[in-house]
């Protein structure tokens, strides 16, 4: 009842009401105004409910919630995934150089030696660099999950759901979508890209983060050493200073030009692979659009790393 006569009503009530009525004390009062503010979201929402049709779907399309803990990296599956990738990456050319000692000095032997076989590779660099690695990628995830979750206060659900999608799983949708099967090869190619090219936009950008975050404090402890140096002259430490500098910036340049490249060329090697597929095969899909982005990955980072390697590292830091 005190829902349907709204706050003018009430308060209308409250003046007819004579002195000394519970009607007139303060804690009543005011419990009383806060019912329709109390009641309205729910009368709201059952008007919008009631009224809503069923052909406007898209006004209360709900978006799959895919956003990952901010320690996922740290899980016992992922970590172990990590942890294996990085050290089959940093082992497996000590043991290829072992192998090839092992070969040669088998070559070489003329049966009068008994220890044939040379000596193992020292592993602690290996041991280190995996070690290096894996922060690094952990670094990365986890820069991921912050990114996503502060843009999540900028966008609307809609726009975080095209960032977040899976690139793949969305290339077997469409493959697999009856109104897209009798479109043109061309535009559901640039469907695929831009698709490519949005959702592999935050895990780029979290690389670029993390990669700068290791090249500044690189280039800061650098410049410490050479600030505290007692052996270098003081025009000596400010020319040094400035080279550390320089070479900063040609680093984050260099990082930069290189996700630009990444995504531009993982943007049309799924496009590419689209392209190219069959239309009936979302299974086909899947694995060539997966191929389409690492493919597209690794070329625009060579391309830039051929052409502007030599400018961001031609004076070691």
């Not at 349907?4 to 009543?28: I, K, N």
């Not at 050290?87 to 220890?115: I, M, R, S, W, Y």
């Not at 650098?222 to 900063?248: G, M, N």
Request: glycine share 6%.
């Amino acid at each position: 009842m005190a829902a349907r006569m709204g706050s003018r009503g009430l308060l209308e009530l409250l003046d007819a009401a004579p002195t000394g009525h519970a009607l007139t004390s303060p804690m009543v009062f005011a419990g009383v105004c806060a019912i329709p503010f109390a009641v309205a979201p729910v009368r709201v929402a059952h008007c919008l409910s009631r009224t809503a049709a069923p052909t406007h779907m898209h006004l209360g399309k709900v978006y799959p919630d895919e956003y990952k803990s901010l320690y996922f990296a740290l899980f016992p599956k992922q970590l172990l995934l990590t942890s294996l990738r990085c050290f089959a990456l940093h082992f497996f050319p000590a043991v290829d150089k072992f192998l090839k000692d092992c070969e040669e000095t088998e070559q070489n032997d003329d049966g009068n030696n008994e220890n044939v076989f040379p000596a193992f590779p020292d592993v602690k660099p290996c041991l280190i660099e995996s070690g290096y690695s894996i922060a690094r990628s952990t670094a990365v995830v986890t820069t991921r999950r912050v990114i996503e979750r502060v843009l999540a206060c900028g966008f609307d659900e809609r726009t975080m759901w095209k960032l977040m999608k899976d690139i793949a799983k969305s290339a077997q949708r469409k493959a697999s979508n009856p109104v897209l099967e009798c479109s043109r090869s061309i535009s559901r190619a640039a469907r695929v890209g831009r698709t490519a090219l949005r959702g592999y936009a935050v895990t780029v950008s979290a690389e670029v983060v993390v990669q700068q975050c290791i090249t500044t404090k690189n280039v800061a402890m650098k410049v410490y050493t050479v600030k505290a140096s007692k052996e270098l002259s003081e025009e000596q430490k400010k020319l040094e200073a400035q080279r550390c500098w320089s070479w900063l910036f040609r680093q984050s340049v260099f990082s930069v030009a290189r996700a630009v490249g990444s995504l531009t060329f993982v943007s049309l090697g799924c496009g590419v692979v689209v392209f190219v597929r069959p239309r009936d095969a979302p299974t086909w899909a899947y694995w060539s659009t997966l191929a389409g982005l690492s493919a597209g990955e690794l070329a625009g980072d060579f391309l830039v790393s051929m052409w502007l390697d030599k400018w961001a590292n031609g004076t070691p830091l």
